[in-house]
């Protein structure tokens, strides 16, 4: 029987189901079953703390135990109940522009003896993953962003289980609001799209959705919470994703350091927001951010049985031998496209179909149009 020697890791921000995700990887390239079929016995080992671990590990070295673990079905058996990474993650980029080590990463592959590697990451990290699948390292790769903006898939590992903490939060300050007759700004991760905003505004039936597809006017917000208090409403909760902005404004960063691929640490919009409504209308204004609440915890079904097929789907590319792709999810069925098809432009809102730029909040008709 041939073996082949299988690479896992996790990159850029956390999230619910990585770990589902890990566990079916094991799982299915280990199935003993499979592996008489398949006449292969792979072997799974665990890179920690993403790209850094392929820069730090010294495979002639001490330190392979630091960075390296064998996963195997029993390891790994208990891992699809669990949120975060149990392989650690890292926003290292090896192609930093101001230190570039991705000849020592390609080293550190061979070295380890890995024949395929799975990555689960975002547009910064399957950007990484695209540039070694060009120079000839078997790469699968695998969707995962609470932010779901990755073009090329319907779905992304983590952002069903942040939906449901922007319910779950939502509901509970609804009654704090109520019983005081406050405003409350809720801001959401959401760096470039707004589906987090969206889809946890939706879910939640907040009055006021903002996104960073659509540039929203103070005046608009103040007039149309002011509308709703005539209209008898006692409390409002307003949805922001972190990366909105207002009209002639730029996005609020919480400071100006920038990480190895470029990005900063947004946070701030919301307080601007409560300032902005408190000065402005009067009413009592709080705010919220509900930041790395959102990533954290245990994954909800979804993301378990996502995590699950996805694994199952990436492992089915490396047995086909079907290189320089990551599993996607489109139209409801699980599927694979080429890497550099997830790195394109990234997967927006569509303001004119799916957003009200009118009462900024969610769509209306989805059937019908009006007018
Ligand atoms: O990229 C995903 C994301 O959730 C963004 O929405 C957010 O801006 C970022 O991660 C924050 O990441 P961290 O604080 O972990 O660097």
Redesign the pocket.
């Given at each position: 029987m041939k073996r082949c020697r299988i690479g896992i890791l996790t990159g850029?921000?956390d999230c619910a189901g990585l770990n589902p995700a890990i566990k079916w990887v094991v799982k299915t390239a280990l199935d003993r079953r499979l592996a008489l079929e398949r006449d292969t016995q792979y072997e799974v080992i665990g890179i920690r703390n993403g790209w850094r671990g392929l820069v730090e590990v010294n495979p002639d070295g001490s330190n392979v135990d630091k960075y390296v673990v064998p996963l195997d079905e029993e390891k790994v058996r208990t891992w699809d109940r669990y949120g975060g990474t149990n392989l650690g993650t890292s926003?290292t980029n090896p192609y930093d522009p101001n230190n570039d080590c991705s000849r020592r990463v390609i080293r550190n592959i061979e070295s380890l003896g890995i024949e395929a590697l799975v990555v689960i990451g975002?547009e910064d990290t399957l950007g990484v993953a695209h540039k070694l699948s060009q120079v000839g390292i078997n790469i699968v790769g695998i969707p995962k962003?609470?932010?779901k903006d990755l073009p090329g898939t319907d779905y992304t590992l983590g952002f069903e289980t942040a939906l449901d903490v922007i319910v779950e939060a939502v509901d509970r300050l609804r009654t704090t609001a109520g019983s005081h007759e406050r405003i409350f700004v809720v801001e959401t991760?959401?760096?470039h799209s707004g589906w987090l905003a969206l889809e946890g505004g939706e879910s939640c039936g907040a009055f006021l959705i903002l996104i960073p597809e659509y540039d929203f006017s103070i005046e608009k917000v103040n007039e149309l919470l002011i509308e709703g208090r005539r209209h008898g409403a006692r409390y409002e909760i307003i949805v922001t994703a972190?990366g909105a902005k207002p009209i002639g404004g730029t996005e609020i960063a919480r400071d100006e350091k920038i990480?190895g691929f470029g990005h900063k640490?947004?946070g701030g919009i919301g307080e601007f927001l409560a300032w902005e409504i408190r000065s402005g209308t009067g009413l009592e204004t709080r705010s919220i951010v509900l930041s790395?609440l959102q990533?954290g915890g245990a994954p909800c079904a979804y993301d378990r049985r996502m995590g699950r097929y996805f694994g199952i789907a990436a492992v089915d590319l490396i047995v086909g031998g079907d290189f320089g792709k990551m599993v996607s999810l489109r139209r409801n069925e699980v599927t694979a496209i080429p890497l550099e098809d997830a790195l394109g432009k990234l997967n927006l809102v569509d303001v004119t179909t799916q957003y009200d730029v009118e009462r900024y909040n969610g769509r209306r008709t989805i059937l019908g149009r009006y007018g």
């Amino acid at each position: 029987m041939k073996r082949c020697r299988i690479g896992i890791l996790t990159g850029g921000g956390d999230c619910a189901g990585l770990n589902p995700a890990i566990k079916w990887v094991v799982k299915t390239a280990l199935d003993r079953r499979l592996a008489l079929e398949r006449d292969t016995q792979y072997e799974v080992i665990g890179i920690r703390n993403g790209w850094r671990g392929l820069v730090e590990v010294n495979p002639d070295g001490s330190n392979v135990d630091k960075y390296v673990v064998p996963l195997d079905e029993e390891k790994v058996r208990t891992w699809d109940r669990y949120g975060g990474t149990n392989l650690g993650t890292s926003r290292t980029n090896p192609y930093d522009p101001n230190n570039d080590c991705s000849r020592r990463v390609i080293r550190n592959i061979e070295s380890l003896g890995i024949e395929a590697l799975v990555v689960i990451g975002g547009e910064d990290t399957l950007g990484v993953a695209h540039k070694l699948s060009q120079v000839g390292i078997n790469i699968v790769g695998i969707p995962k962003t609470i932010d779901k903006d990755l073009p090329g898939t319907d779905y992304t590992l983590g952002f069903e289980t942040a939906l449901d903490v922007i319910v779950e939060a939502v509901d509970r300050l609804r009654t704090t609001a109520g019983s005081h007759e406050r405003i409350f700004v809720v801001e959401t991760m959401g760096r470039h799209s707004g589906w987090l905003a969206l889809e946890g505004g939706e879910s939640c039936g907040a009055f006021l959705i903002l996104i960073p597809e659509y540039d929203f006017s103070i005046e608009k917000v103040n007039e149309l919470l002011i509308e709703g208090r005539r209209h008898g409403a006692r409390y409002e909760i307003i949805v922001t994703a972190e990366g909105a902005k207002p009209i002639g404004g730029t996005e609020i960063a919480r400071d100006e350091k920038i990480d190895g691929f470029g990005h900063k640490t947004l946070g701030g919009i919301g307080e601007f927001l409560a300032w902005e409504i408190r000065s402005g209308t009067g009413l009592e204004t709080r705010s919220i951010v509900l930041s790395h609440l959102q990533r954290g915890g245990a994954p909800c079904a979804y993301d378990r049985r996502m995590g699950r097929y996805f694994g199952i789907a990436a492992v089915d590319l490396i047995v086909g031998g079907d290189f320089g792709k990551m599993v996607s999810l489109r139209r409801n069925e699980v599927t694979a496209i080429p890497l550099e098809d997830a790195l394109g432009k990234l997967n927006l809102v569509d303001v004119t179909t799916q957003y009200d730029v009118e009462r900024y909040n969610g769509r209306r008709t989805i059937l019908g149009r009006y007018g």
